[in-house]
T-cell receptor, first 110, second 116 residues
Framework: QSALTQPASVSGSPGQSITISCTGT?????????VSWYQQHPGKVPKLMIY???QRPSGVSIRFSGSKSGNTASLTISGLQAEDEADYYC???????????FGPGTKVTV | EVQLVESGGDLVQPGGSLTLSCAASGFTFNTHWMSWVRQAPGEGLEWVATIKQDGSQKFYMDSVKGRFTISRDNAQNTLFLQMDSLRAEDTAVYYCGRGAGWWDVWGQGTMATVSS
């Protein structure tokens, strides 16, 4: 059972914006700006999309943005495209015995 | 080209051992924390272990503490994961990743299957 919670699925039409939530506690998301997001297409390697809550690595589309409020972090995908259809995982540093915790993943359908 | 290439995955019986390797190239290996992250078939990602640049600090997920050992050889640009007392629930694709807390470079993964 993941320490972070994410919706199992989110869907949207091409061109729309969607937001994926990642809810933790004051032991992880709420107290540290060490939240990252990963995109994984079926059978492929995970790809870093956002780190430190809202930082975008070089090469990642500006359509992807991250934010945080309290114990909940969010990933927003704007101008949804067919290629965005994938699983998305959040991760946070945690002061629990599990130092880095992942969410269960959210399947995005376009 | 920045690259991580894992190897060593295999089929092993419960209680057995396996050593995974991750060869790094294209970047200065000894300046980066390194980690292992796994993914069981059809499941999500799970952080396993992380090691500091010089190997002086190591962190593990609870269920592998005392059974898995992360190490590195900076002269050979290689990361290792020694896995002992393997259980069926350790069956997964094991990825090595560059970093600690967020991972910007991932290997292609190596499959470890624990089954009798």
């Amino acid at each position: 059972q993941s320490a972070l919670t994410q919706p199992a699925s989110v869907s949207g039409s091409p061109g729309q914006s969607i937001t994926i939530s990642c809810t933790g506690t004051s032991s992880d998301v709420g107290s540290y700006n060490y939240v990252s997001w990963y995109q994984q297409h079926p059978g492929k390697v995970p790809k870093l999309m956002i780190y430190d809550v809202s930082q975008r690595p070089s090469g990642v589309s500006i359509r992807f943005s991250g934010s945080k409020s309290g114990n909940t972090a969010s990933l927003t995908i704007s101008g949804l495209q067919a290629e965005d259809e994938a699983d998305y995982y959040c991760n946070s540093f945690s002061t629990s015995s599990t130092r880095y915790v992942f969410g269960p993943g959210t399947k995005v359908t376009v | 080209e920045v690259q991580l290439v894992e190897s060593g995955g295999d089929l092993v019986q419960p209680g057995g051992s396996l050593t995974l390797s991750c060869a790094a190239s294209g970047f200065t290996f000894n300046t980066h924390w390194m980690s292992w992250v796994r993914q069981a078939p059809g499941e999500g990602l799970e952080w396993v272990a992380t090691i500091k640049q010089d190997g002086s600090q190591k962190f593990y997920m609870d269920s592998v503490k005392g059974r898995f050992t992360i190490s590195r050889d900076n002269a050979q640009n290689t990361l290792f994961l020694q896995m002992d007392s393997l259980r069926a629930e350790d069956t997964a694709v094991y990825y090595c990743g560059r970093g600690a807390g967020w991972w910007d470079v991932w290997g292609q993964g190596t499959m470890a299957t624990v089954s009798s």
